[in-house]
């Protein structure tokens, strides 16, 4: 697996162009299965996890193909039962399909998901909405079959605003007979975009980005062209990467609006966040040193998803701070890696204590997921002497190229394959092995 050499302590400058949002594609790609006709997506991020639910469309039946700018998608027929479970286990994303081809066909087998690495993350609430627009929900050996003669739309109160059940259950209740209401629904800017783009479709959908979805059901779909959002949580990480190396820098393609939580814990920390006239957003970290608390909360709160980047901005706070994870339960896996570049940060259920220091040391660190890892590379813009991040393949799920976005911005950051790895392993141990 790749690796991220850096080395810290340089200011950053220029500009640099947030990519589409990772969080829209994958659902947005899912919801292609629910029409016959042509979908062509713009802006999609060429990331790993895209590339897998572009295999998941593939397997089953979709012809889908990259133009230079677009991802084309036509799935005239649906082939087997449902995605391929090896799929499923390397993404979680999968499972957003069994609303598409609920809808679609009335049937879906996929196999359960399973929890992952920051958390259990089930799937009930997608479950219990199935069922409540009159599917039938059966378990065995480690599948689940979902199957309904007809959907008919009713009213669902989800016991949590979960993101996934939200799309999963817009997506089916598209092609449902009747109106589904949506209650406790997720607010997020990819709910509003996967909304915007099932009506796009031909979809009924209002009430996307409040607490009450309204679905009115059609009976056929078509086709459209649609550009995805930008990546807040993107936007977030280049934001902090200018907080912690206390640089100024432009950032394009960006909806402020998106990042209300975190533009407001960036200003309280001390930075500045200004649109330009000309595009783009100038975000001003020289005097970001002020320590916050923090509690993750389903949006408009603050995004779990940028918890990990802000706690490698508060290990350089001058004073305490307290980040509180609300909605995942293990998500404090970069906790003991910070500590190891010189962070004081003491877990205490789901509240993380930290003590600011001078100066994080650089150190060969694992990412464990991917925004534990955009936290490390963080941290090691920051540190002094020479990080490694271990195991980008996480890091890659969520960002194109960060690397060279960040090389771009003055950083001293470059990739080391497992190819270069082992060949310099190989020259090394030659060396120590010949004596010259
Ligand atoms: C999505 C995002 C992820 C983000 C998360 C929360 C994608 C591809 N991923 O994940 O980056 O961190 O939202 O903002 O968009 N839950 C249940 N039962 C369920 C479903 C969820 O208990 O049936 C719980 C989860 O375990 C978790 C919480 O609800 O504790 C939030 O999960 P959810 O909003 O569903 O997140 P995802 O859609 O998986």
């Not at 709910?191 to 783009?197: E, G, K, P, R, S």
């Not at 977030?236 to 912690?244: L, N, P, Y």
């Not at 003590?355 to 540190?383: E, H, I």
Request: with cysteine; proline share 4%; glycine share 10%.
């Amino acid at each position: 697996m790749d690796k991220l050499v850096i080395y810290g302590g340089k200011k950053l400058k220029g500009r640099v162009k947030v990519s589409g949002a990772k969080n829209v594609s994958l659902p947005i790609l899912a919801a292609s299965l629910l029409t016959r006709e042509k979908v062509c997506l713009k802006d999609v991020p060429p990331l790993s996890d895209v590339y897998y639910m572009m295999k998941v469309l593939e397997k089953l039946g979709a012809q889908v193909y990259s133009a230079k700018d677009s991802i084309n998608i036509k799935a005239d027929t649906i082939r087997g039962e449902g995605p391929a479970s090896d799929l499923v286990s390397r993404m979680r994303a999968s499972f957003l399909t069994a609303g598409a081809l609920l809808g679609r066909r009335g049937r879906v087998k996929i196999s359960l998901p399973g929890g992952c690495s920051i958390g259990r993350r089930p799937i009930d609430l997608h479950l219990k909405g199935f069922r409540a627009l009159g599917a039938k929900t059966e378990e065995a050996c480690g599948y689940i079959c979902i199957t309904a003669e007809k959907l008919r739309g009713e009213r669902i109160y989800l016991d949590f605003p979960s993101v996934g059940a939200t799309e999963n259950l817009m997506m089916a209740a598209s092609k449902a007979l009747g109106t589904t209401v949506i209650e406790n629904a997720a607010e997020e800017p990819e709910i509003v975009d996967l909304a915007n783009f099932l009506n796009a479709l031909g979809a009924k959908i209002s009430g996307a980005g409040t607490k009450v979805i309204r679905i009115e059901g059609v009976r056929e779909l078509g086709g459209a062209v649609h550009t995805v959002i930008p990546d807040r949580i993107e936007a977030g990480t280049f934001m902090v990467a200018a907080a912690i190396t206390r640089s100024k820098i432009l950032l394009d393609n960006v909806i402020l609006d998106h990042l209300k939580a975190v533009v407001a814990k960036l200003k309280e920390a001390g930075a500045r966040l200004e649109e330009q006239p000309e595009g783009g957003v100038l975000v001003s970290g020289e005097n970001c040193t002020l320590p916050l608390d923090i509690k993750t909360l389903p949006y408009p709160g603050f995004p779990t998803d940028m918890q990990a980047q802000f706690m490698a901005l508060l290990t350089l706070a001058e004073g305490n701070s307290v980040i509180t994870e609300n909605i995942f339960e293990n998500r404090f896996m970069h906790v003991s890696e910070l500590n190891r570049m010189g962070a004081n940060i003491r877990v205490e259920g789901s509240s993380a204590f930290l003590q600011g220091v001078k100066q994080l040391q650089g150190f060969p660190v694992r990412s464990t997921d991917l925004r534990a890892g955009a936290a490390l590379v963080l941290a090691g813009l920051a540190a002094r002497g020479c990080t490694e991040v271990l195991e980008v393949n996480h890091i890659d799920r969520g960002y194109y190229r960060i690397d060279e976005k960040l090389r771009q911005l003055g950083a001293e950051i470059h990739r080391v394959t497992m190819k270069e790895e082992s060949e310099k392993e190989m020259t090394e141990a030659t060396e120590t092995a010949v004596p010259r």
